[in-house]
């Protein structure tokens, strides 16, 4: 008999996943006389007794109410209940006063703590990574985000079938299972373990789609600008701002997930600028992985904007910086520039526009709904790449049409000059070019 079900359905008895789907994320559903048809009561232990905010614009998200929560202050989470024996009598008491038919941890759970959760709290349980999944699993609309998605749920699975699932501990009957036999866990597990490496070289390619389209644009010398930044900062409106690609735009944690690219003009120059899935506070290691390929747009990109959002109090702003660059972190370092971005600035009083002055004095005050600011930043882009280029004038010969297309595509704004012998074209290149088309620079032309 399934569990009750809001946004997210978890099966009391899991054959094809805990965070298995049978409706979409986000369609809050309500029983008869308009209560939530999943009510969640909140918990987090740890030594800081954990801040619970993040984790419920997360079940917002979900589509599941949130009608309590219980925090605990202590060193680390105990190893068998999450919480102390005290706290977990708590837990119950006000669960179940608050009707709640759903409880959710702020970490990641051992199948050990979260079978004996259940088992004391008689309410199913789940874990701060099964609603990310499950939030994903709704956003995700293009094939390649489908199966990162599909990846980390099996790889989030398969680490807790033998401590979750010992209904399943029976060795299979019939033709074939004589002897010693296959446990019905151990068939499942190795059938999930297919699947995950046929997933896997699905990703592979795809990663490998990425790398020839990558070697294009780096052959073709088309500078590369990505977004990266914590859930809901306004990348998309962001995007939208600078090049009117008419990206969704909703207050929702997680509402882009597949990576969109669209070119930009600064200086006359084009760019290619990436947009792609934010990050947050635990974000669950499984889904690093499983979109690394995705992630890995951000990494390679010449020039990364840093976007946060303006409104969000100091210390917590910090804790997102970090989570952000530690979880870039986790693909390797790298050398890439990067430009901070104070987006929703519309938001912010002129006292807390002073703060983030002073606060982060190299970051560009913008609004992606208002525009404000927009013009700026496409000029700190635009100097961020000064170095790459250089001025040139050149006389190219009218036979020599492939190389004049060339200048006009990679080059800034350029004067154009009609003459008897050839077009006169003044403008700035990126350095390779540069020296490639020097044989047609005026200054080396006089001398001949």
Same mark, same amino acid.
């Given at each position: 008999?399934?569990?009750? =079900? $809001?946004?997210?359905?978890?099966?009391?008895?899991?054959?094809?996943?805990?965070?298995?789907?049978?409706?979409?994320?986000?369609?809050?559903?309500?029983?008869?006389? $308009?209560?939530?048809?999943?009510?969640?009561?909140?918990?987090?232990?740890?030594?800081?007794?954990?801040?619970?905010?993040?984790?419920?614009?997360?079940?917002?998200?979900?589509?599941?109410?949130?009608? @309590?929560?219980?925090?605990?202050?202590?060193?680390?989470?105990?190893?068998?209940?999450?919480?102390?024996?005290?706290?977990?009598?708590?837990?119950?008491?006000?669960?179940?006063?608050?009707?709640?038919?759903?409880?959710?941890?702020?970490?990641?759970?051992?199948?050990?703590?979260?079978?004996?959760?259940?088992?004391?709290?008689?309410?199913?349980?789940?874990?701060?990574?099964?609603?990310?999944?499950?939030?994903?699993?709704?956003? =995700?609309?293009?094939?390649?985000?489908?199966?990162?998605?599909? %990846?980390?749920?099996?790889?989030?699975?398969?680490?807790?079938?033998?401590?979750?699932?010992?209904?399943?501990?029976?060795?299979?009957?019939?033709?074939?299972?004589?002897?010693?036999?296959?446990?019905?866990?151990?068939?499942?597990?190795? %059938?999930?373990?297919?699947?995950?490496?046929?997933?896997?070289?699905?990703? @592979?390619?795809?990663?490998?789609?990425?790398?020839?389209?990558?070697?294009?644009?780096?052959?073709?010398?088309?500078?590369?600008?990505? %977004?990266?930044?914590?859930? !809901?900062?306004?990348?998309?409106?962001?995007? !939208?701002? &600078?090049?009117?690609?008419?990206? *969704?735009?909703? #207050?929702?944690?997680?509402?882009?997930?597949?990576?969109?690219?669209?070119?930009?003009?600064? #200086? $006359?120059?084009?760019?290619?600028?990436?947009?792609?899935? @934010?990050?947050?506070?635990?974000?669950?290691?499984?889904?690093?992985?499983?979109?690394?390929?995705?992630?890995?747009?951000?990494?390679?990109?010449?020039?990364? &904007?840093? *976007?946060?959002?303006?409104?969000?109090?100091?210390?917590?702003?910090?804790?997102?910086? =970090?989570?952000?660059?530690?979880?870039?972190?986790?693909?390797?370092?790298?050398?890439?520039?990067?430009?901070?971005?104070?987006?929703?600035?519309?938001?912010?009083?002129?006292?807390?526009?002073?703060?983030?002055?002073?606060?982060?004095?190299?970051?560009?005050?913008?609004? $992606?709904?208002?525009?404000?600011?927009?013009?700026?930043?496409?000029?700190?882009?635009?100097?961020?790449?000064?170095?790459?280029?250089?001025?040139?004038?050149?006389?190219?010969?009218?036979?020599?049409?492939? =190389?004049?297309?060339?200048?006009?595509?990679? +080059?800034?704004?350029?004067?154009?000059?009609?003459?008897? #012998?050839?077009?006169?074209?003044?403008?700035?290149?990126?350095?390779?070019?540069?020296?490639?088309?020097?044989?047609?620079?005026?200054?080396? +032309?006089?001398?001949?």
């Amino acid at each position: 008999m399934p569990y009750p =079900a $809001g946004g997210l359905e978890f099966p009391a008895v899991p054959s094809n996943g805990r965070s298995g789907r049978k409706k979409p994320s986000g369609s809050r559903e309500t029983s008869r006389g $308009g209560r939530a048809r999943q009510r969640a009561w909140c918990v987090a232990a740890g030594a800081d007794g954990g801040d619970l905010s993040e984790l419920e614009e997360l079940l917002l998200t979900a589509g599941v109410a949130v009608v @309590g929560s219980s925090t605990q202050r202590r060193e680390r989470p105990h190893p068998n209940t999450y919480v102390g024996a005290g706290k977990l009598e708590e837990i119950r008491r006000e669960a179940r006063a608050a009707d709640a038919n759903l409880i959710v941890t702020d970490d990641e759970l051992s199948a050990r703590q979260e079978r004996n959760l259940e088992g004391a709290l008689k309410i199913p349980v789940i874990d701060r990574t099964t609603v990310i999944l499950d939030i994903f699993a709704g956003h =995700a609309h293009s094939s390649e985000g489908k199966l990162q998605v599909e %990846l980390a749920q099996l790889q989030y699975n398969l680490a807790r079938m033998r401590g979750l699932w010992t209904h399943l501990e029976r060795l299979g009957g019939g033709i074939g299972t004589r002897g010693p036999g296959e446990t019905q866990i151990e068939t499942d597990q190795r %059938l999930a373990r297919n699947r995950i490496a046929a997933l896997s070289r699905r990703l @592979g390619e795809v990663a490998g789609s990425r790398a020839t389209m990558r070697a294009e644009r780096q052959r073709n010398r088309i500078p590369t600008v990505a %977004l990266a930044g914590y859930t !809901n900062a306004g990348k998309s409106s962001l995007m !939208n701002a &600078l090049t009117g690609a008419g990206v *969704v735009v909703r #207050d929702r944690l997680f509402e882009t997930l597949d990576p969109t690219t669209r070119e930009m003009e600064v #200086d $006359g120059r084009g760019f290619l600028l990436t947009d792609t899935v @934010g990050f947050i506070r635990k974000l669950p290691h499984q889904l690093v992985r499983a979109f690394g390929a995705t992630l890995e747009e951000t990494l390679r990109a010449d020039l990364v &904007l840093h *976007v946060f959002d303006s409104s969000v109090p100091e210390e917590q702003l910090r804790a997102m910086l =970090a989570a952000v660059d530690d979880a870039l972190g986790q693909f390797g370092e790298s050398d890439q520039r990067q430009l901070l971005v104070a987006n929703k600035i519309d938001l912010a009083d002129p006292d807390r526009r002073r703060e983030l002055r002073i606060a982060f004095p190299d970051a560009i005050q913008v609004s $992606g709904l208002t525009g404000e600011g927009v013009e700026e930043l496409r000029s700190a882009i635009g100097e961020a790449f000064s170095d790459r280029f250089e001025p040139v004038e050149l006389l190219v010969p009218y036979a020599d049409g492939e =190389a004049i297309a060339e200048v006009h595509r990679l +080059g800034g704004r350029v004067e154009r000059e009609e003459r008897a #012998d050839g077009v006169l074209l003044r403008t700035s290149l990126p350095r390779v070019l540069a020296r490639r088309l020097s044989g047609y620079s005026t200054a080396l +032309g006089a001398g001949r």
